[in-house]
């Protein structure tokens, strides 16, 4: 699987959009980006995911490069509750692997009230 | 609702001691998987399982066992041999179906040794 580069931490204001970076220049072209993001001391939680194409759901947004390199997370109005360490992470299966999931350490994201 | 329930939240095991830690899951999933964090770092691999009587070794294998014996439970052993457990775990399960691409996490285990 290919690595991923994320800054350590960033802050937001609430309510404003929250913008997670994430560089994968390495991806491979049936690699998959995830999302997830951890609150403290518990599991973390699925948010996203795609290939090429910008996805929405009820929980945020992520944009694709055209040429895949990297990607964003977007959190359009950003709460105290979005507190937490954002991963991302690309990989070849959508289903179960046999290798996992890979984390690394994740952008902590601290909203500001 | 479906999901994965780990138990206990919080463990204290005594040097020497093996100590069990559950997990079980309703989702009707078929890969299940444990991994470890520890303070500051991401999670790493100690064992999957993709079906039924069968798993796999991940990165840190040394010094736990799991068993398969129901597609819903995974527990995994620490034993004695592990010689630094104190860690927060977690285990995880997803489908194999095209369309479970979303891994589910349960709420962790904090295991401490005193």
């Known amino acids: 699987d290919a690595k991923t580069t994320q800054p350590t931490s960033m802050d937001c204001a609430e309510g404003r959009a929250a913008n997670l970076p994430c560089n994968h220049s390495?991806?491979?072209?049936?690699?998959?980006v995830y999302w997830y993001r951890q609150i403290h001391s518990q599991g973390p939680q699925y948010i996203i995911h795609?290939?090429?194409n910008n996805e929405t759901n009820e929980m945020a947004s992520l944009i694709i490069t055209e040429d895949r390199k990297s990607s964003t997370l977007i959190l359009p109005h950003a709460t105290l509750r979005d507190t937490a360490v954002y991963y991302c992470?690309?990989?070849?299966?959508?289903?179960?692997?046999?290798?996992?999931?890979?984390f690394g350490k994740g952008t902590h994201l601290i909203i500001q009230p | 609702d479906g999901g994965i329930t780990q138990s206990p939240k919080y463990l204290f095991r005594k040097e020497g001691q093996n100590v069990t830690l559950s997990c079980e899951q309703n989702?009707?999933?078929?890969?299940m998987y444990w991994y470890r964090q520890d303070p500051g770092q991401g999670l790493r691999l100690i064992y999957y399982?993709?079906?039924?009587?069968?798993?796999q070794k991940g990165d840190i294998a040394e010094g736990y066992s799991v068993s398969r014996e129901k597609k819903e439970s995974f527990p995994l052993t620490v034993t004695s041999a592990q010689k630094n457990p104190t860690a927060f775990y977690l285990c995880?399960?997803?489908?194999?179906?095209?369309?479970?691409?979303?891994?589910?996490f349960g709420s962790g285990t904090r295991l401490t040794v005193v």
């Open positions: 995880a399960s997803i489908g194999v179906r095209r369309q479970d691409y979303g891994y589910t």
């Open positions: 390495t991806i491979s072209g049936n690699e998959y």
């Open positions: 795609g290939l090429k």
């Open positions: 399982s993709q079906i039924v009587n069968d798993f």
């Open positions: 989702l009707n999933h078929d890969a």
């Open positions: 992470i690309v990989r070849v299966v959508l289903g179960g692997g046999a290798d996992g999931l890979t």
